[in-house]
Nanobody
Framework: QVQLQESGPGLVKPSQTLSLTCTVS??????????WSWIRQPPGKGLEWMGV???????YYSPSLKSRTSISRDTSKNQFSLQLSSVTPEDTAVYYC???????????????WGQGTQVTVSS
């Protein structure tokens, strides 16, 4: 029932900050005990988990991206956002938001996904 939709610019210049927003409907981002995650898929590569914001606002990031990544939320709009700073062409990917239904043995169970949005880093 929950639906997610990514939005934001499809083109970002190198060294700038990539900013995306995920709008959630059919469920509240503050409902215990769900979490809300960003995942990306570069062309020809697999899915890469980027980070998550939990129902209580706690954030966790991939170690490889932590220094450049920030996830925030606007509970009044039922949205959460991704900011990735200092981007390079290697950050070109399809970016997805998804709900984490549960974490079992350290593995996230992703339920509903957005359709994904293409972001290209190029000058």
């Amino acid at each position: 029932q929950v639906q997610l939709q990514e939005s934001g610019p499809g083109l970002v210049k190198p060294s700038q900050t990539l900013s995306l927003t995920c709008t959630v409907s059919g469920g509240s981002i503050t409902t215990s005990y769900y979490a809300w995650s960003w995942i990306r898929q570069p062309p020809g590569k697999g899915l890469e988990w980027m980070g998550v914001i939990a129902y209580d606002g706690s954030t966790y990031y991939s170690p490889s991206l932590k220094s450049r990544t920030s996830i925030s939320r606007d509970t009044s709009k039922n949205q959460f956002s991704l900011q990735l700073s200092s981007v390079t062409p290697e950050d070109t990917a399809v970016y997805y938001c998804a709900r984490v239904e549960a974490v079992v043995a350290g593995e996230s169970d992703f339920g509903s996904w957005g359709q994904g949005t293409q972001v290209t880093v190029s000058s």
